[in-house]
């Protein structure tokens, strides 16, 4: 069975500086996705970035950056120059390749608040 | 715009009363899926639909049943309320096709069982 860990329950970080969130998981699978997903307060849980096992190359996406570590089963989300409105509970999440359904597996959240 | 449409954000219910939960989806989805969370554990697949009328357990489908007569709309049931029910119900939609393997998610149901 997958499982996907987040040990760090709450974090905070100042308005325009960096921060990075930390996600291990354990599978026997080669093939398979990685996601984080950011759940703001009262709204909606969104897909901020993902990630293929298969790819070396690093996930980008404007301000998110992940650092993939295969071998190590670590997939941790950088924030860059941090706003106000990245103030959010973030989610790391697994699915493997072979799923017919789209199951993903949440660790357990980090709420993170950027403080002004 | 794609849209998850929940039919309630809070519900309060007594111990014992049958509670529908209600999720609509407007992107002709075949994957559905029932979240729970809950401080501390994540969210917790429920049960999920990958077509209408089928249904599979998830990880925690104890004391819930779930039923999806039409495409776009898929029902969380709790034939029987409890209180260690109490929680935020998170239902989410994703395509078939795994190569868009993102999932969609609702506002959200906090249900209180008292």
């Known amino acids: 069975a997958q499982t996907v860990t987040q040990s760090q329950p709450e974090m905070s970080v100042q308005e325009a500086e960096t921060v990075t969130l930390s996600c291990t998981y354990d599978?026997?699978?080669?093939?398979?996705?990685l996601f984080w997903y950011k759940q703001p307060p009262s709204r909606q849980m969104i897909l901020v970035i993902r990630?293929?096992?298969?790819?070396?190359q690093n996930a980008t996406e404007n301000r998110f950056s992940v650092n993939f570590q295969k071998a190590a089963k670590s997939f941790s989300l950088k924030i860059s120059d941090s706003q106000l409105g990245d103030t959010a509970m973030y989610f790391c999440a697994f699915m493997k390749q072979s799923s017919n359904t789209g199951k993903l597996i949440f660790g357990q959240g980090t709420t993170l608040q950027v403080k002004p | 715009d794609v849209k998850v449409t929940q039919s309630s954000r809070y519900l309060v219910k007594r111990t014992g009363e049958k509670v529908f939960l209600e999720c609509v989806q407007d992107m002709d989805h075949e994957n559905m899926f029932w979240y729970r969370q809950d401080p501390g554990l994540g969210l917790r697949l429920i049960y999920f639909?990958?077509?209408?009328?089928?249904?599979e357990k998830g990880d925690i489908p104890e004391g819930y049943s779930v039923s999806r007569e039409k495409k776009e709309r898929f029902s969380l049931i709790l034939e029987s309320a409890s209180t260690n029910q109490t929680s935020m119900y998170l239902c989410a939609s994703s395509p078939w096709d795994r190569s868009y393997n993102e999932q969609f998610f609702g506002p959200g149901t906090r249900l209180t069982v008292l």
């Open positions: 599978t026997s699978e080669s093939n398979y996705y």
């Open positions: 990630q293929e096992a298969y790819k070396q």
């Open positions: 639909s990958y077509d209408v009328k089928m249904k």
